[in-house]
């Protein structure tokens, strides 16, 4: 599969989640988590797509690092919270389509530091980052406020 294919995944599973934001974990070229899943007991207020997709793909829950070489794709660029995660975990690449500017327009407030902003401050952390698909992402921000 390609970027834009798993990202579509993505994007797909924010268009009918609680809140309007989806993310897969790909390692190894197979999604092995995904924030849609239904073995990751969703509970608290920390159930945001990242945390959900990287639960859904640990086999050991207190193991920082088994992730290592995987890559998330999510609809909106991680918060600050989330950003952190996906650096503990040490993932190779990041792929986000809307920005967290457009979450804050057009769903709810959010803590505007972007997330390669928070990568530079991780120097022992190496992670590529690219931002696609944001359009189509943004459409589903703007439809979930008019719910």
């Known amino acids: 599969m390609t970027d834009k294919e798993y990202m579509q995944i993505a994007i797909d599973i924010s268009k009918t989640a609680k809140y309007p934001y989806g ?32 639960q859904d793909a640990l086999k050991d829950n207190n193991l920082y690092g088994e992730l290592k070489g995987a890559t998330m794709y999510v609809s ?3 918060c600050p919270m989330c950003m952190g995660a996906i650096l503990y975990e040490e993932f190779d690449k990041l792929y986000y389509a809307a920005k967290l500017e457009d979450s804050n327009k057009y769903y709810c407030p959010e803590v505007l530091i972007a997330c ?11 992670i590529e980052i690219h931002n696609i698909m944001r359009k189509e992402a943004v459409e589903v921000l ?3 406020k008019n719910k």
């Open 116 to 126: 390669e902003t928070i990568a530079k401050a991780t120097k022992n952390r190496k």
């Open 23 to 54: 993310a897969i974990v790909v390692k190894d070229g197979e999604i092995v988590g995904r924030s849609d899943s239904k073995k990751v007991k969703l509970n608290g207020c920390y159930t945001h797509a990242e945390f959900v997709a990287i």
């Open 76 to 78: 909106t660029e991680p």
């Open 142 to 144: 703007k439809n979930a």
